[in-house]
């Protein structure tokens, strides 16, 4: 397998523009997350999706923030309107019920910066 | 709720030096313990894991035993290289589906 795929890979933008962000998670994973890490406030959990359905979004830092996962093999993290606060790497992390101790597998993330 | 707390870095050592990053938690039940690591600009991999109290788990030449008296897995090698430089986490998964990670700990290893 080819692992959890992001793309873009980098990402410069100006303020007030709008971001997406995509994640393939690993074939067969029923879980699906999205991650904000920066220096100061560390790994963050955005949302996570169990089966395509969001589970849990109080991770999500405003409405500006949205994601979605409409089918099994792909998920969107987007940002309208972007702001430089939002500048950092975003992960998406992907893992399977009961498998291997239900390890995560990283993405290589999506390096955002925020003009 | 569960946490996790590993030591501050940076760690700075010499290589072959020895290397201990020590990590606590606190949890219901009986949770999966796991370390990460993350190379720089890259996302966080697997390093090892240990499912149940007094398992070691082991990956290039690191250690980590699950010990549940003292709710810790410290994270050993004997020897560090260059090449083992990166950020460390320690994580926790329990009853609920959503993990919980340290804070990382930053490794730097001189020549």
């Known amino acids: 397998d080819a692992g959890v795929i992001q793309s873009p890979r980098h990402e410069v933008t100006e303020m007030g523009q709008e971001v997406t962000l995509r994640c393939k998670p690993i074939?067969?994973?029923?879980?699906l997350f999205w991650y904000r890490q920066t220096m100061m406030r560390g790994l963050e959990l955005l949302i996570y999706?169990?089966?395509?359905?969001?589970?849990?979004d109080s991770g999500m830092p405003e409405d500006r923030f949205s994601a979605k996962m409409p089918n099994a093999s792909f998920s969107t993290l987007k940002i309208q309107p972007s702001e430089p606060r939002d500048s950092a790497v975003y992960f998406c992390?992907?893992?399977?019920?009961?498998?291997?101790?239900?390890?995560?597998?990283f993405g290589p993330g999506t390096r955002l910066l925020v003009l | 709720g569960d946490s996790v707390t590993q030591m501050e870095g940076p760690v700075t050592l010499s290589e072959e030096a020895f290397l201990t990053i020590n990590c606590t938690y606190t949890?219901?039940?009986?949770?999966?313990l796991f370390w990460y690591v993350q190379y720089p600009g890259e996302g966080l991999q697997l390093l090892l894991k240990?499912?149940?109290?007094?398992d070691k788990g082991s990956n290039k030449g690191f250690e980590a035993t699950y010990r549940k008296e003292t709710t810790s897995f410290h994270l050993e090698k004997g020897s560090v290289q260059v090449s083992d430089s990166a950020v460390y986490f320690c994580?926790?998964?329990?009853?609920?589906?959503?993990?919980?990670f340290g804070r990382g700990t930053s490794l730097i290893v001189h020549p």
């Open positions: 240990a499912t149940k109290a007094d």
């Open positions: 994580a926790l998964k329990g009853g609920s589906y959503i993990p919980t």
């Open positions: 949890a219901t039940g009986y949770p999966s």
């Open positions: 999706f169990n089966n395509n359905v969001p589970i849990d």
């Open positions: 074939s067969g994973h029923d879980y």
């Open positions: 992390a992907s893992s399977r019920t009961g498998g291997e101790g239900e390890t995560q597998y």
